[in-house]
């Protein structure tokens, strides 16, 4: 028994209204009379989100997803009616209009820039505007009907002053942003990237400003090792065998009655004897005048250097 009591008493009924004020954004909608600009642009919750906003960059972002105006970024047409409505909601909310007055602002201002998209001229717009507030301050809205019924005729004048201020001084503005097409300017910018050299010797070149050379080659360059001399000795008798083995084979190649008569042991003694009288000192000669020609050359640009 006192566990439905509880129940009863706590929770609500069905059916039941909110009493904490504040109603769906469905019923504020179908409570409006017909022809009224309020919760058409903007729902009772979207203006309250909007209303809360602490920064003017917090209200740019909600309002650009509440418009879905998602390519502001990039796009210089949504950008400018974009910086329009953020501009005059902050305006709305700084005459103290109230959520259904700052709905049907926007609804106002969201028509007249359409007007202007849709090649209206000046003054049948501002004209469209006058018959927007016809009627202001009737009792009776569900009898005419009056878009913009929830103001007075202080709030209309105010209106109507900065439209005129702010959209209908620059109407050939607006209308040109709409109907010239934005240039679409790709810009690129291509580099080249060098990149330094392996910081072995003899690289990086030390900088003039650096480090003198004398302390970079002391201190900086590893100094190769120095190689063995290398015994050529055998390389020399090897290539020797080979030369004469290679003279062998061609004169017993060649056919000659003689060299048929001598065997290739002598033959080859023979060959033996002319290469290391005659061939080789005369090899060791040439190699030596080759050396002194080349001493003699380096001597010569070492003093033109010098110079």
């Not at 007249?112 to 927007?132: H, P, R, T």
């Not at 009898?143 to 001084?169: D, M, N």
């Amino acid at each position: 028994m006192s566990g439905k009591t509880a129940l009863s008493g706590s929770g609500k009924r069905r059916g039941q209204r909110d009493t904490s004020g504040i109603i769906s954004d469905e019923e504020a909608i179908d409570k409006e009379p017909s022809g009224s600009f309020a919760w058409k642009i903007l729902v009772p919750s979207q203006v309250r989100i909007l209303s809360q906003c602490p920064t003017p960059e917090d209200l740019e972002e909600k309002m650009s997803g509440i418009l879905s105006l998602a390519s502001h970024a990039l796009d210089l047409k949504e950008a400018s009616q974009l910086d329009v409505f953020v501009v005059s909601f902050h305006w709305a909310k700084e005459q103290g209009f109230d959520e259904r007055q700052l709905s049907g602002f926007i609804t106002l201002l969201h028509n007249v820039l359409e007007n202007i998209k849709s090649d209206m001229g000046k003054a049948a717009n501002f004209q469209y505007v006058k018959e927007c507030f016809s009627g202001v301050g009737s009792d009776n809205p569900d009898l005419v009907s009056i878009p913009l019924y929830f103001f007075k005729l202080e709030h209309a004048k105010l209106i109507i002053k900065y439209l005129i201020s702010t959209i209908f001084q620059h109407y050939s503005l607006f209308h040109y942003l709409y109907y010239q097409q934005q240039d679409e300017l790709i810009i690129g910018t291509d580099m080249k990237l060098e990149s330094c050299p392996i910081g072995s010797s003899p690289y990086p070149v030390p900088l003039q400003e650096a480090l003198p050379l004398d302390v970079y080659e002391e201190h900086f360059i590893e100094s190769e090792p120095e190689k063995s001399p290398v015994d050529t000795t055998a390389d020399d008798e090897n290539a020797t065998e080979n030369f004469i083995d290679g003279i062998v084979s061609a004169v017993e190649a060649s056919g000659n009655d003689v060299i048929k008569t001598v065997s290739t042991a002598e033959l080859r003694g023979l060959i033996e004897r002319v290469t290391n009288e005659m061939i080789l000192p005369a090899r060791a000669e040439i190699k030596n005048k080759i050396k002194e020609k080349e001493q003699a050359y380096l001597n010569r640009i070492g003093k033109i250097q010098a110079k």
